[in-house]
């Protein structure tokens, strides 16, 4: 497995460095890969429980979404 790559981009001098991550950056990247899957995950979640209830909602109702839709469109 190759190593990621950190790129250093001085703007006073406009000297670019490229390198490898050290074990306390590769240590924080993997860390923030974790939190943003359990981000992603934790929000499609959220979104299936909303829709969820606004589907009890409408069957309580008797209408369709299409059906609400075009009562509030």
Known sequence: MTTP???IH???TGEIITREMNDVEISLFEADQNKAKK???AKAKAEKTAA???QTILDR??????EFQTLIG
Not at 61 to 66: A, P, V
């Open 39 to 41: 981000d992603v995950s």
């Open 5 to 7: 790559q950190i790129t």
């Open 61 to 66: 109702l008797g209408l369709t979404t299409e």
């Open 52 to 54: 969820d209830k606004q």
């Open 10 to 12: 001085d703007a006073i």
